[in-house]
């Protein structure tokens, strides 16, 4: 079946710094990929939609400047945290449909926690 | 987007039958229901799928009613490592597919 990769699973960061988390798609190709954010015991939120060739389209509340976004191939989108705080310490997670798939599949998670 | 109200919790033990219902009242005519299962720590994974009718696979049987307003996901025989939560997301399948709105899900503890 259709494979997401998530790097890193876990990352702990200073606060102001900033972290890239990268989501491949291994086996196919996404012209989409929406990244997902989760805190302890809630749901996931959608963040953004990472749109291939082009920029990012951000749900209402999430900061483009502080979340960057880049989707610069068919299989991979990046999400940067820039200058972390401990509030954004949280599960990020990543998602892309394969083509003529209904179904997302979902890459195993970013844990990251700013001191 | 499809709002879903599920149990926020259900408890059950090993070698039981789990159903699991969803509601979903507003469900658009190319909606799809889609239930996925998610551990501590990790992303969710896909269970099962459907449109109308009833479905199964080899790890669930989804019944959705003729009105398609709920669906029922059925947990044959559960095992401990069954203890998941458990997400219903309508959506269209279309490109915007990924942009669903997760609820709360249903936190399934299976005891032994």
Known sequence: ?115 | LAKTTQPISMDSYEGQEVNITCSHNNIATNDYITWYQQFPSQGPRFIIQGYKTKVTNEVASLFIPADRKSSTLSLPRVSLSDTAVYYCLVGDGGTSYGKLTFGQGTILTVHP
């Open chain 1, 1 to 115: 079946g259709a494979v997401v990769s998530q790097h890193p699973s876990w990352v702990i960061c200073k606060s102001g710094t900033s972290v890239k988390i990268e989501c491949r798609s291994l086996d196919f190709q996404a012209t989409t990929m929406f990244w997902y954010r989760q805190f302890p015991k809630q749901s996931l939120m959608l963040m953004a939609t990472s749109n291939e060739g082009s920029k990012a389209t951000y749900e209402q509340g999430v900061e483009k400047d502080k979340f960057l976004i880049n989707h610069a191939s068919l299989t991979l989108s990046t999400l940067t945290v820039t200058s972390a705080h401990p509030e954004d310490s949280s599960f990020y997670i990543c998602t892309g449909r394969p083509p003529g798939a209904n179904v997302l599949t979902f890459g195993a998670g970013s844990r990251l926690t700013v001191l």
